[in-house]
């Protein structure tokens, strides 16, 4: 942990000067300027203080830029504020491509934000780089914790602790185009349910020219889409297999036949079956929403991009096709409290971060977002569940999975290799299962070396 802490230190010191020394880029368009993240300027008490009567505590809240989740957060700030008249929030973004950079930069100095918006899969190397405190007990107790969030969120305690709490979470569905659907003979309101079926459809709606050039995908396909995550955490539960053992070292995919299965499986849909190809009208996302891939497994968060964006025709969601389980992939991004911080603004934090978790903020966010309640007592109403849209993401939360990552970019990059190696370089699946399963566990390893 302290070799590790060190290797860390020296390079956020690194990025530091790196800032300095000419980087005046100004950081996401909120409507807030980027002065460096410098959250003890202003009205504010020091962070060993307490309040006093009259007096304003300012703490500043970090996120990625994306348009309608600054948008809800600033109009969630307005009403916090007015709800506690003796705390400011200063709401500062950044570009989703540099938000670590700026992190590793700021919080090692003692600056940057009090309360911060973190992927999942980031919060184990933000806990060891020593960017984090533990959520306090005494606000997030652990029971009330695990009884009222469903179970996947137990992917941001380490050490005994909770580190970030979620506002809302994400699962996969499939996506469907009806109009497609119509036009080759299948009933729109009856989408694929099963593994077989799923190829099945996707070989009636896949269309090729004279010259065998795809020109309609029946399945969409990208690997570093959504795909590595269909393959890990939803494909390999519903054939039966395992992902981590129970103290989250080792990498179990290959413990029983059903890890094979799974990604043979998921591999078959542009090779065997040629329904798919990747980077298609450049990816997924792309070709599902121009009406060139006829069903694509994607987020809920995708919802609002396709009701914005596709107007042009019907489009569908239902669970994701499943084998001998159901199960589906999980992700979200969570809310903690950085190092450092403590006293008036520590209580400030704690607040604001209470009220992001409150079943009020979590609806809006659902209605405005199109991402899903985090607690079970919200998301399974039976207004949610009876949804035309959402109904499909939320009667899966109970089986959905969050991967617990050491390294979450490399992770992803490590599938994307392991496809291309079957893809470009002609190695069979099974080699190529064999040395991701080998190459993912050393991750795992050094990590659990280093801790």
């Not at 994400?170 to 497609?180: E, G, Q």
């Not at 599902?288 to 914005?308: E, K, P, Y």
């Not at 699946?429 to 070396?449: I, S």
Request: net charge negative; charged share 25%.
């Amino acid at each position: 942990m302290k070799k590790r802490f060190l290797h860390v230190l020296v390079l956020a010191l690194i990025l530091l000067l790196a800032a300095c020394g000419g980087d005046s880029d100004t950081g996401g368009d909120s409507g807030t300027s980027d002065n460096g993240g410098d959250s003890s300027s202003g009205e504010g008490t020091s962070d060993g203080e307490s309040a006093g009567e009259g007096e304003i505590v300012e703490i500043e809240y970090w996120q990625y830029h994306f348009d309608s989740k600054v948008k809800l957060i600033d109009e969630l700030i307005e009403e916090f504020e007015e709800a506690n008249p003796g705390i400011k929030v200063k709401h500062t973004t950044f570009p989703y491509d540099q938000y670590n950079e700026r992190v590793a930069a700021q919080v090692p100095a003692g600056r940057g934000p009090d309360v911060i918006n973190l992927f999942y899969g980031w919060v184990p190397r933000y806990v060891d780089s020593g960017y984090l405190q533990p959520l306090p007990q005494d606000a997030f107790p652990h029971d009330e914790i695990e009884s009222e969030f469903f179970p996947m969120v137990e992917a941001v305690k380490l050490d005994g602790e909770y580190w970030t709490i979620p506002t809302a979470v994400r699962t996969l569905a499939l996506f469907y185009n009806k109009d497609l659907f119509a036009e080759a003979g299948l009933d729109p309101d009856s989408p694929p349910t099963t593994w077989d079926e799923l190829v099945e459809y996707s070989i009636a709606l896949t269309k090729r020219d004279n010259n065998n050039r795809l020109q309609q995908a029946g399945m969409a396909w990208e690997p570093s889409q959504q795909g590595h995550h269909w393959f890990r955490d939803a494909l390999l539960y519903q054939a039966g297999g395992q992902g981590l053992s129970d103290d989250r070292k080792t990498i179990l995919w290959d413990s029983t036949p059903a890890g094979l299965e799974a990604f043979k499986y998921w591999l078959d849909f542009p090779t065997t079956h040629g329904v798919a190809e990747r980077d298609f009208y450049t990816d997924d996302v792309t070709a599902f929403r121009t009406g060139h891939a006829a069903m694509n497994v994607d987020g809920s968060f995708r919802i609002g991009t396709l009701q914005n964006d596709a107007p042009n025709f019907e489009w569908a969601t239902a669970p994701l096709p499943m084998k001998d389980h159901r199960s589906t992939q999980s992700s979200f991004w969570s809310n903690g409290i950085t190092s450092g911080v403590e006293g008036a603004k520590l209580d400030a934090a704690v607040k604001f971060l209470q009220f992001l978790t409150t079943d009020e903020v979590m609806e809006r966010w659902l209605d405005e977002i199109g991402e899903l309640p985090a607690k079970e007592s919200v998301a399974l109403q039976d207004k949610y569940l009876n949804h035309e849209i959402y109904g499909a993401f939320m009667e899966q939360l109970p089986y959905a999975n969050a991967h617990f990552f050491v390294d979450e970019s490399q992770e992803r990059d490590l599938v994307i290799q392991a496809v291309d190696r079957v893809l470009l370089q002609n190695v069979s699946p099974e080699e190529a299962f064999e040395e991701l399963v080998e190459e993912t566990q050393k991750l795992f390893d050094n990590y659990w070396a280093n801790r």
